[in-house]
């Protein structure tokens, strides 16, 4: 085994996200809601929701077409797929295995990986780690989420909150001579707050049954208040860290990419690390929370949109169930 010490870079992003759009407007007439109430306490004015042939994989394949196009390569050069995702197409297969055979991706080992909203991060870590064992060439990696499966369509707090959608990378050693890549990494976990955030049912604990879905535990729960909280703590802990760690100024940032999940996190993210929210990449007016999809997506928005050139220092940051964290710095 050789063990390779050349960064890692990101060849090419693409995404995915349904064509159906529901509004805050559309909300309103399926749970007691409103626009005002939604826009003014979230940010978030619409998102995507799958169609009943929408899955994970199909989005998640979608969405690595695209990412492998960006990347110059074709499917015969990707040797592993991880999937981040906490909507799974259904606890096995993973949805990766699924999605290898989408792409006819056949010489990919295939894995999922699950770190909810801090998904992308977790993967993307994986990846450059096995990446730097010297045997994977290319590893494509996917976040991707139905998340309108999981949601309580009765329940006001959460359902106005998610949607769905797909983002991916192809993430490759950088050649030889060849500037930029990822410059690090900085993950965390909290299981003793995995009650803030979590769907009780459908694994070993609770497995369906006719009280299992009698007690809606097949939908997300959350206690948006406490994972507010949390959010603003970790999200600015983890990112002031990684910028320091590695010698950097905030100021020295070309563009932040953080988990969408609500704007009032975010500027709150943007005043505790002196960087100006203009700097900050921004969907989730148009997605909502698409959790794992959420960074990916919005990083190949920024890419496409020119907002990220080569040379630019980038940061991602994300927070999520688990409790789940992360920041990556990323030189283009
Ligand atoms: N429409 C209208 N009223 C509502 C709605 C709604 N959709 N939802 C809740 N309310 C009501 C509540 O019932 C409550 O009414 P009451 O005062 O009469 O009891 C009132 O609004 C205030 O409710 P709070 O929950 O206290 O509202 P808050 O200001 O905290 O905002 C929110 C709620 C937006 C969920 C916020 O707490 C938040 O963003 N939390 C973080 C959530 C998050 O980002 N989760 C994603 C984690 S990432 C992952 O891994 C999936």
Redesign the pocket.
């Known amino acids: 085994m050789s063990t390779a010490t050349r960064p890692v870079k990101i060849r090419g992003t693409g995404s995915f996200t349904p064509s159906k759009v529901l509004t805050n407007e559309d909300l309103s007439k399926i749970?007691?809601?409103?626009d005002e109430?939604?826009y003014t306490?979230?940010g978030i004015k619409e998102r995507r929701i799958a169609s009943e042939e929408e899955t994970t994989s199909t989005m998640g394949a979608e969405a690595a077409k695209k990412a492998i196009a960006a990347a110059g390569l074709t499917v015969d050069d990707i040797d592993m797929i991880i999937v981040g995702t906490m909507s799974p197409d259904m606890p096995f297969p993973s949805t990766a295995c699924l999605v290898q055979t989408q792409l006819g991706a056949r010489k990919a080992v295939c894995m999922d990986l699950q770190a909810?909203?801090s998904g992308f991060l977790y993967i993307m870590e994986a990846a450059t780690g096995f990446l730097c064992t010297g045997r994977y060439r290319n590893v494509l990696v996917i976040g991707s989420e139905k998340l309108s499966s999981i949601l309580d369509w009765q329940d006001?707090?959460t359902c106005?909150?998610f949607g769905d959608g797909a983002g991916a990378a192809v993430l490759s050693l950088a050649e030889e001579g060849e500037s930029g890549g990822i410059i690090d990494f900085s993950l965390g976990a909290d299981g003793s707050n995995a009650e803030l955030?979590y769907m009780p049912g459908g694994g070993c604990a609770i497995p369906a049954s006719e009280s299992s879905i009698q007690q809606r535990h097949h939908f997300l729960k959350?206690r948006?208040?406490e994972?507010?909280k949390h959010?603003v703590r970790v999200m600015s802990q983890a990112a002031i860290e990684i910028v320091e760690q590695n010698g950097l100024r905030a100021d020295q940032l070309s563009c932040v990419i953080p988990h969408q999940?609500?704007m009032r996190?975010i500027e709150a993210l943007s005043t505790r690390l002196s960087i100006p929210i203009e700097r900050f990449y921004l969907n989730l007016d148009k997605y909502g929370?698409t959790?794992a999809a959420s960074i990916p997506i919005a990083l190949d928005e920024a890419v496409r949109a020119g907002k990220v050139k080569q040379g630019d220092k980038i940061l991602l940051v994300a927070?999520?169930?688990g409790l789940t964290w992360g920041a990556a710095l990323v030189e283009w």
């Open positions: 749970v007691d809601t409103s109430w939604i306490r979230t909810a909203c006001r707090t106005v909150l955030l959350m948006g208040r994972v507010y959010a999940a609500n996190i929370n959790s927070f999520g169930a």
